[in-house]
């Protein structure tokens, strides 16, 4: 079962770039790493997918080295907004076909004027 | 579309009481599935659906039943309700996938707050 490892928080303030860690040492080969952003009484929200290298939206990039251990999610020029619960999921897929998301307890980041 | 829909936002129950949590989705999804989310910490599985008529096990199962009569639908059954079942419960969608990637994303309900006295 692959798990994940983030920092439990990180301050942040507005206009920085801000680079949020998490270690999968167990991912699979066909496994995607996934970042999911949660505000306070809402449910998760997709933030970007990726599997090697770098992906970029218009929201966010991600990092994945090529050993595939460990993703760096990037969030430029964070505003007020931004503060939230970042969590970092790798896919664990069942026999029946299903992708169950393994959640950790995520990284609260908090952004201050 | 309106996405995931969850009713009710929030419910009180007493110890032994039973309930069940609505759940649907309007974007054809295949697959559904239930978390439950406890102060502080993450999404916990407690049962999924990978289609009308077919229903499996989470991590957290115990407590809790479900069924998928349709697509749309996949309502969580709390039989009798204990006080360690005060959470926040998140139903999930998301299009049958393949090797991974992209559809693997799940799009989420706004939950439903649940107190049990």
């Known amino acids: 079962l692959a798990k994940t490892t983030q920092p439990i928080s990180m301050d942040s303030y507005e206009g920085q770039e801000v680079n949020i860690t998490c270690s999968h040492n167990n991912i699979a080969t066909n496994d995607y790493i996934t970042w999911y952003q949660q505000f306070p009484s809402q449910g998760p929200r997709f933030i970007i997918q990726?599997?090697?290298t770098k992906v970029t939206n218009e929201v966010a990039s991600l990092f994945i080295p090529a050993d595939r251990k460990s993703s760096t999610l990037s969030l430029p020029r964070v505003s007020l907004s931004d503060t939230a619960v970042y969590y970092c999921?790798?896919?664990?897929?069942?026999?029946?076909?299903?992708?169950?998301?393994?959640f950790g307890t995520g990284t609260r980041l908090l952004v201050s004027p | 579309n309106a996405g995931v829909t969850q009713t009710p936002k929030f419910q009180v129950l007493k110890t032994g009481q039973s309930m069940t949590l609505q759940c649907a989705q309007d974007?054809?999804?295949?697959?559904m599935s239930w978390y439950r989310q406890d102060p502080g910490m993450g999404l916990r599985l407690i049962h999924y659906s990978v289609g009308a008529g077919i229903t499996d096990q989470g991590e957290v199962p115990n407590g809790y039943n479900v069924s998928r009569s349709t697509t749309e639908d996949f309502p969580l059954r709390l039989l009798s309700a204990a006080p360690s079942q005060t959470s926040v419960y998140f139903c999930?969608?998301?299009?049958?996938?393949?090797?991974?990637?992209?559809?693997?994303?799940?799009?989420f309900g706004p939950g439903t707050r649940l107190t049990v006295l």
């Open positions: 999930a969608s998301r299009p049958a996938g393949g090797a991974g990637g992209p559809r693997d994303t799940q799009y």
């Open positions: 999921l790798v896919g664990d897929k069942l026999n029946t076909g299903f992708q169950k998301l393994v």
């Open positions: 990726g599997y090697k």
């Open positions: 974007m054809n999804h295949e697959y």
